[in-house]
């Protein structure tokens, strides 16, 4: 079963040999670890899956908004019914929610997303989009011009500005020059294979070694029979959580040692934190957002100052590269933005305070604010008036004042 099951328009489909298709990971990447890697095994990690699941659920979760671009202001508009955040369905078969997840994890895991426009309004604008899975398209050129094709069949092209008839919506993760985007899974194979290679070792070591805390050291040697009965009542005692810090108490003659861990063990250790943090830097998610709390202290101890960093490390970049794309979709002079005003609260505040000091110290209007904060005017004398404050007034005003 494929890691990313997405759903497919009715269009006849057919079972195909992925490594037909130059997308890069087609074949596993076999790094020096041993181990192959490809967004299927790398997901494996449970790194990978954090940081992965993390951009996408973040992103998946905001709600989008279109606006109108007009000679002074922005106003909001009514969106296209696939962006509606209330009723809106991009297609038949997916909410808004699942359509930017399965978006954002394409990017993060393939480099690529694809959304195919099935049906148009009668403006001729997209009214209905799917995603497509990366392995099911495979980007050839004719003459110069991308030619997509989508299992081995159906041949379409580019949407773009200048090709509006076009219907493949393609969006690229990094930019390298080529058709295809890259991802950090095949910018990073060697250090996923490390991690994937370090998770098979430690499953291993402990399914069939065993790791001791400390042994007990007898000065008499005991039969079989009375090491039996030794060992169960001291774990009948000792073992569990529940019994975990209970005063131990060993028979006479006996001492307890404790084990501390081996170099080699320490070494291992290491290894797994720094391959943890690679990866992190892989998708540039700051290690504290999964589950790393000694990283939080390096980029800010409050929770707004950790959000603004995620949002400005991590977010923007597909948030941008979503937002240029939808904006294609829409009528002209007209525009979508991803809100992420409920991740920057905080920084509302902020921002709301610094425009309350520039009204009040009269250099920002109503308006100038409200475009700002992508709002229509107010008609009035007050939307394009400035505060004065009457102890600021200049000399020369007061003098005409006193004549």
Request: proline share 4%; aromatic share 10%.
């Amino acid at each position: 079963m494929r890691l990313l099951e997405f759903f497919k328009p009715n269009i006849e489909t057919r079972d195909i040999d992925a490594s037909m298709f130059n997308l890069g990971l087609d074949d596993k990447t076999k790094t020096s670890s041993g181990k192959a890697v490809d967004p299927s095994s790398a997901i494996q990690s449970s790194t990978v899956y954090s940081c992965v699941s993390l951009i996408s659920d973040s992103i998946a979760t905001m709600p989008v908004k279109t606006y109108r671009k007009t000679q002074e202001y922005r106003e909001p508009t009514t969106p296209p019914i696939f962006l509606d955040n209330v009723n809106g369905m991009p297609n038949a078969e997916t909410d808004l929610f699942t359509w930017l997840h399965r978006t954002i994890n394409s990017l993060c895991l393939y480099g690529n997303s694809y959304w195919l426009i099935t049906s148009r309004d009668r403006n001729g604008f997209p009214s209905s989009l799917y995603n497509l899975h990366p392995d099911d398209v495979q980007i050839n050129r004719k003459n110069g011009k991308a030619i997509y094709t989508y299992n081995g069949k159906e041949k379409f092209t580019r949407y773009t500005v200048l090709n509006p008839s076009g219907e493949i919506v393609h969006i690229k993760n990094f930019e390298q020059g080529s058709d295809y985007g890259l991802s950090p899974i095949e910018a990073g194979s060697e250090a996923i294979g490390s991690a994937l290679a370090q998770d098979e070792f430690a499953g291993t070591f402990f399914k069939n070694g065993a790791v001791l805390s400390g042994v007990i050291e007898m000065n008499s040697t005991p039969t079989e029979e009375q090491l039996r009965i030794f060992k169960q009542s001291f774990n009948r005692k000792h073992q569990g959580s529940n019994k975990a810090h209970n005063i131990g108490i060993l028979t006479e003659g006996s001492t307890w040692k404790p084990l501390a861990l081996d170099h080699e063990q320490m070494q291992f250790l290491q290894s797994r934190k720094y391959t943890k943090s690679e990866i992190c830097g892989l998708f540039r998610v700051p290690a504290y957002m999964i589950g790393d709390l000694s990283e939080t202290t390096k980029l800010g101890s409050s929770i707004e100052e950790q959000n603004r960093v995620f949002y400005e490390l991590t977010l923007l970049p597909y948030i941008n590269r979503v937002e240029t794309a939808l904006t294609m979709l829409l009528p002209r002079n007209q525009f979508a933005r991803i809100d992420v005003s409920g991740l920057l609260r905080a920084n509302i505040k902020a921002r709301y305070e610094a425009y309350n000091l520039g009204r009040n110290a009269g250099f920002l209007s109503v308006n100038e604010i409200r475009a700002k904060e992508d709002l229509s005017p107010v008609d009035s004398d007050i939307g394009d008036s400035y505060l004065q404050n009457l102890n600021q007034i200049a000399v020369e005003d007061t003098e005409d004042q006193s004549e």
